[in-house]
Nanobody
Framework: QVQLVESGGGLAQPGGSLTLSCAAS????????LGWYRQAPGKERELVAS???????NYADSVKGRFTISRDNAKNTAYLQMNSLNPEDTAVYFC???????????WGQGTQVTVSS
């Protein structure tokens, strides 16, 4: 089993920044990949960014150059630095972990990110 505890999020102005954190505990093998999906009202959940413990990263095209994912393997914690936020980034962000880049995922509780002036 894996437990994921998210923190961060909140309200930001357009052009602003926020940082999300995701602390994982439990099976180390099932936290090989840590990342975030997001879901806006009326839309499907979409991958934002992911990172393996080996350092391989993936980003959605819509966030490339603005968001940066990192992780501290010693703490089994991932971070999502979100810069140049725009209203289209408004969504509930869900941290996840998995043993592979595809396959079964464990989910955090979700945190709201709202970008508005």
């Amino acid at each position: 089993q894996v437990q994921l505890v998210e923190s961060g999020g909140g309200l930001a102005q357009p052009g602003g920044s926020l940082t999300l954190s995701c602390a994982a505990s439990g099976s180390i093998s099932r936290t090989y990949v840590l990342g975030w999906y997001r879901q806006a009202p009326g839309k499907e959940r979409e991958l934002v960014a992911s990172m393996s413990s080996a350092g391989t990263t993936n980003y959605a095209d819509s966030v490339k150059g603005r968001f940066t994912i990192s992780r501290d393997n010693a703490k089994n914690t991932a971070y999502l630095q979100m810069n140049s936020l725009n209203p289209e980034d408004t969504a509930v962000y869900f941290c996840y972990s998995s043993q592979y880049f595809v396959g079964y995922k464990y989910w955090g509780q979700g945190t709201q990110v709202t970008v508005s002036s």
